[in-house]
């Protein structure tokens, strides 16, 4: 049984928010990245839009606004994000503590492009089927038919 975008929203935002134990699916995973990047590209482009010198100046309050809304939606979705990575590295069977090494690792000039694209591939990977040393499995799986001769 695959999970759909809002049920992956509610988990990730509601009932697994600060949760760093456990395991997250491929889907609840990407359907939540889907939602987190389209909001800031949206964000992105009325920044670039309203902040459009062409248009002339504008009320401080507009140029603060549109400073603090993305710092506050960061900062709302640090944790949640961080969680899901962890339960996302836990689902492939990889410990958690080595996604907090590679975006330690980010810190060091030069290793961040080793480093982000290794946590995007093991996010990539399917998850161990069955249960694993972090949890039981995060899917619920259909049994495989078996071909008799």
């Not at 809002?6 to 609840?28: C, D, I, M, P, Q």
């Not at 899901?84 to 975006?103: E, K, N, P, T, W």
């Amino acid at each position: 049984m695959s999970m759909g975008f809002a049920e992956a929203v509610h988990r990730v935002l509601l009932t697994k928010y600060a949760t760093f134990s456990g395991r997250a699916s491929w889907a609840e995973y990407w359907w939540f990245q889907l939602l987190y990047w389209a909001l800031v590209a949206v964000d992105f482009y009325v920044f670039i839009t309203v902040m459009d010198p062409a248009r002339g100046p504008h009320e401080a309050w507009v140029e603060n606004a549109l400073f603090f809304v993305p710092v506050l939606f960061v900062l709302a979705t640090l944790l949640p994000q961080t969680a899901l990575h962890a339960r996302r590295f836990q689902d492939c069977g990889i410990s958690s503590s080595r996604y907090g090494m590679l975006v330690g690792a980010c810190i060091i000039p030069g290793f961040a492009m080793v480093a982000l694209p290794a946590i995007i591939v093991i996010c990539l990977l399917p998850g161990t089927e069955g249960p694993n040393e972090y949890g039981p499995d995060s899917l619920i799986r259909k049994p495989k038919a078996e071909v008799v001769t």
